[in-house]
């Protein structure tokens, strides 16, 4: 648990632009934990995760390329 000196310094200091691999980093590290999240979302609830599949294909077959 960060204690009130260390907030108060990060807050006097001028942000630092963050870097592209940092950026990428952090959205790759997003993305995993999102499908990992859907993953277990679709094994805990398999009949949902079935009607969604099957919305999914209504759609693909219904979209005009």
Do not use: G
């Amino acid at each position: 648990m960060p204690d009130e000196h260390d907030t108060q310094q990060r807050r006097d200091l001028p942000p630092q632009p963050e870097s592209d691999a940092d950026r990428r980093r952090r959205r790759a590290q997003f993305l995993r934990e999102l499908h990992e999240a859907k993953a277990l979302r679709d094994r805990v609830q398999p009949r949902r995760a079935r009607a969604a599949r099957m919305r999914q294909a209504m759609r693909m077959r219904t979209f005009r390329w």
